[in-house]
């Protein structure tokens, strides 16, 4: 059984910090890596994506992979409270498509 | 583009009602997934559609049965409702080719009581 964890949060950081969500997930074969937000009451919203160890950055987030750690996390520099929101790891791997998911990180951003 | 579409937004069901919740997508997309989610327990996939005429399992199957109606529809049908069934239930899509991001549906809130 595939597995993805996330850190349980939730974590509260004070408005223009820096936010660090992490993910491991277990199974070795594991390709791509997605990060989704998804306000309350709201559906899951995709914010990054990568493919490649190393970090990719866009605007304010930055996606980092260690493939032989097993580990992805999201960074989101000069966090403001419309950040505030849950945060899910999903992880792909082998030839099919489907996604697993972590269970979430709720990040608060307090003004 | 409307993206993903869900009916109903919001439904309650009585303990033994059934129901079939409706998925459409307007982006020519292959492939179709029903999720489930519930407090503490993330995003748990029920059933998938990797393309046209193709349905398989996925995480938790039981008490659900599926049809992928054409390309765009893929509706999720609840035979005989339990209040385990209670959930948030969201459909998503996935662009053709190799590409595995899927793209989420504003979701179904379910309650049966």
């Known amino acids: 059984q595939k597995e993805v964890e996330q850190n349980s949060g939730p974590l509260s950081v004070p408005e223009g910090a820096i936010a660090s969500l992490n993910c491991t997930y277990s199974?070795?074969?594991?390709?791509?890596f997605f990060w989704y937000r998804q306000y309350s009451g709201k559906s899951p919203e995709l914010i990054m994506s990568?493919?490649?160890?190393g970090d990719k950055e866009d605007g304010r987030f930055t996606a980092q992979l260690n493939k032989a750690s097993q580990y992805v996390s999201l960074l989101i520099r000069d966090s403001q409270p419309s950040d505030s929101a849950t945060y899910l790891c999903?992880?792909?791997?082998?030839?099919?498509?489907?996604?697993?998911f972590g269970k979430g990180t709720l990040l608060t951003v307090n003004p | 583009n409307a993206g993903v579409t869900q009916t109903p937004k919001f439904q309650v069901l009585k303990t033994g009602q059934s129901m079939t919740l409706q998925c459409a997508q307007d982006m020519n997309h292959n492939s179709m997934y029903w999720y489930r989610q519930d407090p503490g327990m993330g995003l748990r996939l029920i059933y998938y559609s990797a393309s046209e005429g193709t349905t398989d399992k996925g995480e938790v199957p039981n008490g659900y049965n599926v049809s992928r109606l054409n390309k765009r529809e893929f509706s999720l049908r609840l035979e005989s409702a339990a209040p385990s069934q209670t959930s948030v239930y969201f459909c998503a899509s996935r662009p053709p080719g190799t590409s595995y991001e899927q793209y989420f549906g504003p979701g179904t809130r379910l309650t049966v009581t």
């Open positions: 199974d070795r074969v594991s390709q791509s």
């Open positions: 990568i493919y490649s160890n």
């Open positions: 999903a992880v792909n791997g082998g030839s099919n498509y489907k996604l697993t």
